[in-house]
């Protein structure tokens, strides 16, 4: 969501550039630049950092209200949460929970969830174990975003279902998301 160099060219200035380490410039260079020491001193200046805090958050909320654009939802998610199955070596099935709130990775919201009643590689059962678990816990988000096609999605649905979860209007909104076929 944020692009960093078009962020710090538009508040700090285009005549001035980033420094990516070692291969840019010595470190100890970098700072006796001026342009280097002048981008030290506008970071560390407290009312830049506070604009450049305000602007994160406006990046922020245009991310979710395109997201909300470009799913067709009746409301802005505030809060998100994506799920993924993966496999470990084969046997090894653990599902992965993010979660953004307000557009920003909540990492104390994240968890994992170890799959156990599902034998061999299962893809959808796994993620309909992992979905059940999560939503017996309550404290539901706004978006259940899961990775993965109309299967995934028709799971994510079920799940729903079998936890007696609303969806859709004042109930959760679940959409899935899957990576374009190429021909």
Same mark, same amino acid.
């Given at each position: 969501?944020?692009?960093?160099?078009?962020?710090?060219?538009?508040?700090?200035?285009?005549?001035?550039?980033?420094? !990516?380490?070692?291969?840019?410039?010595?470190?100890?260079?970098?700072?006796?630049?001026?342009? *280097?020491?002048?981008? *030290?001193?506008? &970071?560390?200046?407290? +009312?830049?950092?506070?604009? &450049?805090?305000?602007?994160?958050?406006?990046?922020?909320?245009?991310?979710?209200?395109? &997201?909300? !654009? &470009?799913? #067709?939802?009746?409301?802005?998610?505030?809060? /998100?949460?994506?799920?993924?199955?993966?496999?470990?070596?084969?046997?090894?099935?653990?599902? #992965?929970?993010?979660?953004?709130?307000?557009?920003?990775?909540?990492? #104390?919201r994240?968890? !994992?969830?170890? /799959?156990?009643?599902v034998?061999?590689?299962?893809?959808?059962?796994?993620?309909?174990?992992?979905? +059940?678990?999560?939503?017996?816990?309550?404290?539901?988000?706004?978006?259940?975003?899961?990775?993965? *096609?109309? *299967?995934?999605?028709?799971?994510?649905?079920?799940?729903?279902?079998?936890?007696?979860?609303? +969806?859709g209007?004042?109930?959760?909104?679940?959409?899935? /998301?899957?990576?374009?076929?190429?021909?």
């Open positions: 969501l944020l692009d960093v160099h078009r962020l710090h060219q538009r508040f700090l200035g285009k005549q001035h550039r980033l420094f !990516r380490g070692a291969a840019d410039a010595d470190a100890e260079d970098a700072g006796r630049t001026p342009a *280097g020491a002048h981008l *030290g001193h506008r &970071l560390q200046h407290p +009312v830049d950092q506070q604009q &450049l805090g305000v602007r994160k958050a406006d990046v922020r909320e245009r991310g979710v209200a395109s &997201l909300q !654009r &470009l799913l #067709s939802l009746p409301r802005p998610p505030r809060v /998100i949460e994506c799920f993924d199955v993966s496999l470990f070596q084969g046997t090894d099935a653990v599902a #992965s929970q993010v979660c953004f709130v307000d557009g920003a990775p909540d990492k #104390s994240y968890r !994992r969830y170890n /799959i156990t009643t034998e061999g590689t299962d893809d959808y059962a796994m993620m309909h174990e992992a979905l +059940v678990r999560r939503l017996k816990k309550g404290a539901l988000p706004d978006l259940l975003l899961v990775d993965g *096609g109309k *299967g995934q999605l028709q799971v994510a649905l079920a799940a729903c279902k079998d936890t007696g979860t609303p +969806v209007g004042a109930g959760l909104l679940v959409a899935s /998301i899957a990576k374009a076929r190429t021909f």
